[in-house]
Structures are given as structure tokens and as C-alpha cells.
């Protein structure tokens, strides 16, 4: 029988923290397998720390939402939006599931056309486009998405040097009873500079006015707002089509949806309180179909989900380096990753849990990162079994914004592995090395030398 680790006993003031109706609840349990591939093994072979992308359950998430729309509404199609996860074999399951691409930069873009996607199929939304990039937008016959007027401008003069009509929407905010409010992207709908500019584009004449786009938020746990974007942006198309005379091809309702996250400062677990995709697809399918349409007029309903497609997918699996009491007596833990590497650290409490079997005691603690600032806290208070040097960790739901919006601070980013559908890892992105990071760097030819 294998000797167990010393674990010095600790006199610890009582804290019940905030009350709620399920208690003070502990449910750990070790979580030795992903998709059937071992942790250990994982570990072994690519590395601490280590991100491991699930292909099944990315495909079950995207198969199980798009059913929930499509059985309500006869035209839907979901566009995957890079900024989300842009690995490109992530962007290659969306992509063989059907989905579109959706991008906010020139970088996006040129990685969707790397991925195969058609140009007609990539929707181009963001604030800044230049003229090289709108050209090739244009030329591709992608869905160019209007962000303010100087863009409609750039956009009429465009149209001219090319002698193309480039297929066009407008991206709209509005007040959904969701505050604050998102205002700072699109044109206002209620103070008419939406419908301003759907004037201008069809009087201009340069332009192919194809849909209406709107991105409300994110994270959002409202379904009504969703119907309310939807009567919204459905009042502009059905204008447009007896006051302008133009028909609305698709209303694009953005993304925003939710993950199982919990929100930091939450009362609840996600689980608990985030609404169903059913609920949301009862929402906006609803508002859609009562806008007033025949049914051989309804508009296609484009989707841009993100964070809730590919967020349950993703895992972050770690080590412990050490173990030791702060000032107030509090436990503190440290990890080998840290919120360069885990961004998302700062939104939500992110559930954690040992790889392998582990005592029974549990203890509230804090669990850093390496990294050298006091900012770097991957949880600020979590109850856990205790946890010692070498002992492994995984990190659930990582899959959204993790690996778009990561750093190479301090420490160098690690390797991404995907598991596929018959349990086979692939490596999908290297870890970094000190050859790849001083690459794109120069030295003046005075600096060349040192004499210390």
C-alpha cells in the first residue's frame, strides 16, 4: 500500500461566506481522462501546461444548437466567429460542420481564405478595413458589414475605382434593456442614424444593400433582448422593403450567447442560470416570425456564435509548484499557468479539479500563476482538496478567447493538442520557443557587442 503525503494540520477561522440554497457543497472528483485520453499521459507527451481541445464536443455543441434553431425557423446559418478561437484546425471543424466564417480584421479574414472558406461565405465585420482589404472583400464578393459612415464613404468610392457593387449590411446598436449599453459599434436605432444610413446606402446607388447586423453584448443571459434586437433590426427591413423598396436578404443577430461559465462575483453557478439554447432559439425565433414577412420573404437569420460553441470544448491541464500560507493564514497554491496563458481568469471561476485520487480534507485557498505580478491569480478563493508539488490540475471550459487572446509574458506560451472523434491527440499548435519570439526581432549593428 502506498504511503500517504504528510499533511500538516492548519487551525483555520470559520468563514461561511455568502449563503445560498444549495450550502456549502464540495463535488470533487478526479478527473483522470479527457474523451478517454489519459491526463498523465497527455502531460507526459506535449508538456505542462497544456491546452487540449475536444473535437466531439465541439461538434455535438455546434450539431445541438443549430438543431434548436433550425427546427424553429426554415433559414439559418451560423458564421463561426474567428476572434473566438482562431486555431485553424478549430475554424476547420466549425467549417466542415457547415458554419460560415465571421472576422473584425484583415489578419481574420486572410485566415479564412487560408482555411478554404469561400469568399462569398466569410462576413466582414470591425471597425477598421483598408482599402487593400476592402478590395479583396470585394473582389471575393464577401458580406461587407458597415460599421460608420466614413466606411460607407470609403466603401461608394471603392465601388467606383472597381466598377463592382459590393453586397453590403449596416451593423446597427440599440437599447435591449441590457446596460450598459453597446453603443460604441454600428449605427443607433433609436435616434434614426440607422435608418440614415440604409437611406444613404440604396440612394447612393454604389451598393447592394443585402442585410441588417447587430451585436448586442456579450455573455448575455436575457433571452428577451434578443427578441427585442429582433423587432428592432425586423422594423428597419420591413421599412426597407415598402419605403426604399429593397428587400433585407438576412438579419444578422451577432453572437453573445453564454457558456456554462460562472461569472466572477456570481451568486449562482453558471449551470444554474444561464438559459437554455432552446430558450434563446424560442426567443429570436419568435420575434422573427412575427415581424410580418410572407413566408417565401423571410429573411435568412445568420448567427455568429462563439464563447457558446466552443467554450465547454477546451481544457487547460496544469501542475503544482508549491504550496504556502500568506499573511492572514489563508492557503495559497501555486501552478504552472498562469493569466497570460489564461486570460478568461479574469472573468469568470473557472471550476478546477485535481487529476489524480486525493484525501479528503478540502481547504479554501488561492491558486496563482508563476508569473511576476500580484495580478496573476487564477482563482481568488476556491475550495479545494489539497493539492502538492507535482500533482496535476484540470482547468474546465477554456476553450473561448484563451488562445486568441493569450500572451508570451514572462512565460512562453504552451502547446494545443485536439482529441479527435476515435481518441487520437493531434498537435495543432507548437509550444513557443526563444528561436520563434527573437525571430521578427533586430539589432543595430552598434548594439552587437557587450563588455561587462
Known sequence: ??????????????????????????????????????????MADYGSPL???????????????????KTRYPKVQFAWSYKTNYINAVCKVFHQEGSWAEVVSGFEYQKAIGNGVPGNKIIFNGP??????????????????????EEMYQLIDLSEQLNKKPRVAIRVNMDTGIYPMWDRFGFN??????????????????????????????????????????RKLGDLAYNCKTQLNTVIQYLDLGGGLPSANTLRGAYLPGADT??????????????????????????????????ALIDDAGYLLGSVLANKRLSDGRRATILDFGVNILFTSFWYEHKISPAQAFTHHTEDM??????????????QSVNLPL???????????????????????????????MIDE??????????????????????????????L
Open 1 to 42: 500500500m502506498q504511503k500517504l503525503k504528510y499533511e500538516s494540520p492548519v487551525i483555520q477561522k470559520m468563514n461561511a461566506g455568502l449563503m445560498n440554497k444549495f450550502g456549502t457543497r464540495t463535488e470533487y472528483e478526479p478527473v483522470t481522462h479527457i474523451d478517454g485520453v489519459s491526463v498523465n499521459r497527455m
Open 51 to 69: 491546452f487540449v481541445i475536444s473535437e466531439r464536443t465541439i461538434r455535438q455543441t455546434y450539431q445541438n444548437t443549430v438543431r434548436a434553431f
Open 128 to 149: 477598421e478595413k483598408t482599402n487593400e482589404e476592402l478590395t479583396l472583400a470585394i473582389n471575393n464578393d464577401s458580406l461587407i458589414h458597415i460599421d460608420h459612415f
Open 189 to 230: 436605432y433609436e435616434n434614426g442614424q440607422a435608418w440614415s444610413a440604409l437611406n444613404k446606402i440604396v440612394a447612393s446607388g454604389k451598393l447592394q444593400l443585402t442585410g441588417i447586423h447587430c451585436h448586442i453584448g456579450t455573455f448575455m443571459l436575457s433571452t428577451e433582448a434578443y427578441a427585442i434586437a429582433v
Open 274 to 307: 444561464m438559459p437554455s439554447v432552446d430558450e434563446f432559439a424560442e426567443a429570436i425565433t419568435n420575434a422573427l416570425m412575427n415581424i410580418g414577412f410572407a413566408a417565401q420573404e423571410l429573411p435568412l437569420l445568420i448567427l455568429e456564435t462563439g464563447r
Open 366 to 379: 488561492v491558486l496563482y500563476g508563476p508569473l511576476c505580478m500580484n495580478i496573476d491569480v487564477v482563482r
Open 387 to 417: 493539492l502538492n508539488r507535482g500533482d496535476k490540475v484540470v482547468v474546465h471550459k477554456v476553450g473561448a478567447y484563451n488562445m486568441t487572446q493569450w500572451m508570451q509574458f514572462i512565460q512562453m506560451r504552451p502547446n494545443v493538442i
Open 422 to 451: 476515435k481518441g487520437n491527440t493531434h498537435l495543432i499548435r507548437e509550444a513557443e520557443t526563444l528561436a520563434y519570439i527573437e525571430q521578427v526581432e533586430k539589432m543595430p549593428a552598434h548594439l552587437q557587442q557587450i563588455n
